[in-house]
């Protein structure tokens, strides 16, 4: 703060001698912002003493920043780490020809996952702005916020589902026999069997076990929990099961009291939530390995085969893998990084998050096929009649094997608690985008962020209930490939787009260097440019060419569901082009003038009417 006191006037050597009444005053300069290089200041009169201010203070609310740097990088390595990591990259990798899968995945973290992740840091970081307001820098783009907002709500209304099915196996683990031990439970059927009965011979040829649903596990899962033998499909729901629910309300109250005073309540819950999952990988791992046949399963993980990186469906898992696992996109890494100080090394993190982000997934890996290798020698089966990725794994293969333990009871209470943590967090994340998003752009709802938090997680949980119900898996099933899919690839393409080429590249590269002292070297400003949304295209299309119906299972859906599906996908991609017109018809002027408007930065304007466009210029778009 600058205070500056201003001298009495001084007077005149030629006019007449004169008493002058002039009341010496302070004026307090505040630096209220530094945003695209230009510094916003509000001043404020203050009298001495003995005198009334002529006018009103004049002051606006600093943004919060995180409480320590440790915050802000447990809270992304917490959002980035969630259950794909455990549940889905092993077992890519595994089918995808092993180490061999490494290559395509590594080679798609440096030249794209990195460079996106790196971007949304600098973006949020440099203009303190939600996903929506951040961009003031490109105003024809605002509605590729709304659509990364929307679908991060969309996310929530499913994803804190599966948080809440690992409550309940938390709850069902403190008991001393688990229930998806043995049959002769209420929701068993008639043709449940005994897991110690099912070998080799027994399953056949071409029948993998861990498709075999008539096993307590399983059972439990799909009749104990899911309930979903009383629903004939989607069509069918039912009512929401109480036992869910209440879990579900726990959840809710989790992410309500966890964010509902920003980054400094959140900040300080991710000391448990993003750490305990490393820790709990490590006592999985290590009483994975003495475990019989473990080993087996580790060197299958592990196996390399080359040939399979001929096939473009290891491409195209890679990529995709690569893309969901970092997270770019939601709107939380810009969120997150809104809240950082201006001069904080958002370069390092990006590395650094991004690398401990991928480290964990491979890691997780020998903690799952330990297991899964226990399994297969136990039942006398390959290692591929076990191996399976989602919800089959964490729900059904891995805590039965966890049932045969000496002291089951205990490590199938560490192993959910483990899911829990990875789960609570990534959903902070998303909510915490729609939330920073929102409130920025909506001074009323900044003003009542707590009332506002809470309004978002009820509503989430309303939703919620529909996947909660007797069918409700099918209805989880349709949200989980249309509310996040081709949608948030094709919003974080459109994005990449905006910053690199209608902004600049050049330019961004600007702003970084006004906050870290340093430009992004070219290998970065070519990826941005040029990189990034090709490999956002290339993703794009390979995620539309291979998209097939809906399915569960055996369970086929009705083509309605599809249409629904689509419908859930649209209504997050149509905020781009819709916004882009609105805004091109709300701005007088000329058509020429309009376009400028929408393209250049807010800070700009002034420059548009003086007829003074960057855009309009060839060396704005080839500069790099």
């Known amino acids: 703060m600058n205070i500056q006191v201003l001298p009495e006037h001084k007077l005149s050597s030629v006019a007449p001698l004169k008493q002058c009444n002039v009341e010496k005053k302070e004026v307090e300069l505040i630096l209220v912002k530094d945003q695209n290089g230009v510094q916003y200041t509000s001043s404020s009169i203050i009298p001495t003493p003995g005198h009334h201010a002529g006018l009103p203070r004049s002051t606006e609310d600093e943004r919060e920043t995180w409480g320590k740097k440790i915050d802000f990088l447990l809270s992304v390595i917490g959002f980035a780490v969630d259950l794909a990591n455990v549940w889905r990259f092993p077992y890519l990798c595994y089918k995808n020809g092993g180490g061999a899968f490494l290559i395509p995945y590594i080679f798609f973290l440096v030249i794209a996952g990195m460079p996106l992740f790196y971007m949304e840091l600098a973006l949020g970081q440099y203009n303190r702005e939600g996903a929506a307001t951040v961009w003031k820098i490109c105003p024809m783009f605002k509605g590729v916020g709304y659509t990364v907002i929307l679908i991060a709500l969309y996310v929530g209304f499913y994803y804190n589902v599966i948080i809440a099915w690992s409550l309940h196996y938390l709850f069902s683990s403190m008991t001393s026999d688990l229930p ?6 209420s929701w068993n059927s008639q043709n449940c069997t005994d897991p110690k009965s099912i070998n080799g011979s027994v399953l056949g040829n071409g029948t993998s076990y861990a498709k075999y649903k008539i096993t307590p596990a399983a059972e439990y899962y799909e009749r104990g929990v899911l309930h979903l033998h009383e629903s004939k499909g989607i069509q069918d729901l ?9 879990c579900l309300v726990v959840v809710v109250f989790i992410l309500y009291f966890s964010l509902w005073k920003g980054v400094k309540s959140s900040g300080k819950v991710v000391y448990i939530t993003a750490t305990m999952p490393y820790v709990v990988l490590f006592v999985l791992l290590i009483r994975g390995i003495t475990l019989p046949g473990s080993m087996d399963g580790i060197k299958a993980y592990l196996h390399i085969d080359f040939k399979r990186l001929n096939n473009l469906e290891v491409w195209i898992d890679a990529a995709t893998q690569i893309f969901y696992s970092l997270g770019a996109g939601f709107g939380v890494l810009i ?8 001069d904080n090394n958002c370069y390092r993190d990006a590395l650094l998050t991004s690398t401990v982000n991928c480290v964990t997934s491979f890691f997780s890996g020998f903690a799952i096929f330990s297991v899964l290798g226990y399994m297969a020698y136990k039942h006398g089966v390959k290692i591929e009649d076990v191996a399976t990725e989602g919800a089959g794994l964490v729900f059904i293969i891995y805590p039965e094997a966890i049932s045969t333990l000496p002291g089951s009871t205990f490590w199938a209470i560490v192993f959910f608690i483990m899911l829990l943590t990875l789960g609570i967090d990534s959903a902070m994340g998303g909510m915490e985008a729609v939330i920073t998003g929102l409130t920025d752009d909506f001074k009323i709802l900044k003003r009542n962020r707590k009332l506002f938090t809470f309004a978002t997680a009820l509503g989430t949980f309303l939703f919620a209930l529909l996947c909660i119900t007797n069918g409700g898996i099918y209805v989880l099933t349709l949200l989980d490939k249309y509310a996040a899919g081709t949608s948030i690839l094709f919003g974080v393409l459109i994005e990449a787009i905006g910053v690199s080429w209608f902004y600049g590249v050049d330019r961004f590269s600007e702003d970084i260097e006004r906050m870290m002292g340093f430009k992004p070297g ?15 295209l290339f993703v794009v299309i390979a995620s539309t060419v291979t998209s097939s119906g809906l399915k569960y299972d055996e369970y086929v859906f009705p083509n309605w569901a599809n249409v629904v599906g689509w419908a859930v996908a649209m209504s997050s991609i149509l905020f781009v082009p819709f916004y882009a017109i609105y805004k091109f018809f709300s701005i007088p002027g000329t058509f020429r003038e309009r376009i400028a408007y929408c393209i250049t930065p807010e800070h700009e304007h002034h420059l548009v009417a003086e007829g003074n466009i960057r855009q309009f210029t060839l060396k704005h778009w080839l500069a790099i």
């Open 238 to 246: 039912g009512l929401p099961r109480w036992e869910l629910t209440l």
């Open 335 to 342: 969120a997150f990084a809104s809240y950082n100080k201006f």
């Open 180 to 185: 998806w031990l043995r049959c002769g439970n």
């Open 522 to 536: 070219l290998y970065w400003r070519l990826c941005w440019k040029f990189v990034s949304p090709a490999f956002l």
